[in-house]
């Protein structure tokens, strides 16, 4: 019996407000509690220079960020994330969650700045030596939904958040293509369910993945 490869990536994908952050949390918590190494991350951030570079792209006073540097900076912390954490966890056997990954620059800044979703793919795969998640959980938000939940307990929304309906219209439908695209590497959920049942059928799929590495 051999395990196929260690380690396992899974990325949370979804338009603002759509409660990745809970149902990353949520599936950490489960898999810590089953004794299995388990990490959590998320982007831009993850390392000290992703979360300059996070502070720099996100907040608000910064000037003008035009796009192509806007997606350059998503793409430079992603690079230090994926070479400094995401490969030495994964080489050591452990479970990476991620909040947000490439997808999200696709999205964003492929279709929500209209720079070119393969452009920014071939940036982003480039920037990563082509480290891709093993399973990407996408939380389908309507953007109006997503504008509302983010903004209930909150006052203030980040350089992107608050950007218009049409924009996160665009990011929605640009993340639905990506999982058409490769359905075996994603699960596709309404954010709108319980969480409950969004947890548990999250980790249904991850329980599946992990007994479906063991080979004999
Ligand atoms: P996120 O950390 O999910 O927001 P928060 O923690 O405030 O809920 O993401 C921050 C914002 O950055 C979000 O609007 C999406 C955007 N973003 C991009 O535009 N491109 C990217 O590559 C990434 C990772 C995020």
């Known amino acids: 019996m051999s ?3 260690p380690g396992l990536f899974i990325a949370f994908e979804g338009g603002d407000g759509a409660g990745k952050s809970t149902q990353a ?5 489960a898999l810590e509690s089953r004794g299995i ?13 992703g979360e300059k570079l996070r502070s720099l792209v996100l907040d608000h006073g910064h000037g003008t960020i035009d796009a192509r540097t806007e997606a350059l900076m998503f793409a430079a912390a992603r690079a230090a994330h994926a070479s400094q954490v995401i490969r030495p966890a994964l080489a050591a056997g452990t479970i990476v969650i991620t909040d ?3 997808d999200s620059s696709v999205a964003y800044q492929g279709a929500g700045r209209g720079l070119g979703t393969g452009d920014v793919r071939s940036l982003n795969e480039w920037a990563t030596e082509g480290l891709l998640p093993d399973l990407t959980v ?6 109006s939904d997503g504008r509302q939940r983010r903004t209930a307990g909150e006052a203030t929304e980040d350089r992107l958040e608050s950007e218009p309906d049409d924009f996160h219209s665009a990011i929605r439908r640009a993340f639905l293509d990506l999982a058409e695209a490769s359905p075996s590497s994603y699960l596709v959920l309404p954010a709108a369910l319980e969480i409950e049942e969004l947890a548990a059928r999250i980790l249904e799929r991850v329980e599946a993945l992990l007994g479906g590495r063991v080979r004999r």
Request: no cysteine; charged share 25%; aromatic share 6%.
């Open 138 to 143: 996408l939380l389908d938000v309507e953007p």
């Open 100 to 102: 947000r990954y490439i």
């Open 25 to 29: 949390s949520r599936l950490f918590d």
């Open 37 to 49: 190494q388990v990490l959590r991350t998320r982007e831009p951030g993850g390392t000290p220079i």
């Open 3 to 5: 395990i196929q490869s």
